[in-house]
């Protein structure tokens, strides 16, 4: 099992940018797909994105496409998801998970069914 730190949520204005930071801990991330994933208050866990072991592939959830940017240094055993444009509905508590199984394409949900999760960091978008 690898364990997962989240960091770099915060509150910001509608428009301003965050770079949220996933390091991991354990284990080397570098055999795992990754992903950012995030609940609001009363809403389901929603996907973010994701990428592949070796960080050639990725996909987004729809709503964030454009706006959001995930990347990953397997050297340092991170994966960060630099975040522009912040909306007020991007508000929510954001979760990295490890061993993802995604390599290319469209992530579908139960690529995380056996996903380490991290314990999350608060992302608040101010209107």
């Known amino acids: 099992q690898v364990q997962l730190v989240e960091s770099g949520g915060g509150l910001v204005q509608a428009g301003g940018s965050l770079r949220l930071s996933c390091a991991g801990s354990?284990?080397?991330?570098?055999?795992?797909?990754i992903g950012w994933f995030r609940q609001a208050p009363g809403k389901e866990r929603e996907f973010v994105a994701v990428?592949?072991?070796?960080?050639?592939?990725?996909d987004y959830g729809e709503s964030v496409k454009g706006r959001f940017a995930i990347s990953r240094d397997n050297a340092q055993n991170t994966v960060t998801l630099q975040m522009n444009s912040l909306k007020a509905e991007d508000t929510a508590v954001y979760y990295c998970?490890?061993?993802?199984?995604?390599?290319?394409?469209?992530?579908?949900?139960?690529?995380?069914?056996?996903?380490?999760w991290g314990q999350g960091t608060q992302v608040t978008v101010s209107a």
């Open positions: 998970a490890a061993g993802i199984r995604y390599w290319r394409g469209r992530y579908t949900s139960h690529m995380a069914d056996s996903a380490d």
């Open positions: 354990g284990r080397t991330l570098s055999s795992y797909g």
């Open positions: 990428i592949s072991p070796r960080g050639g592939d990725t």
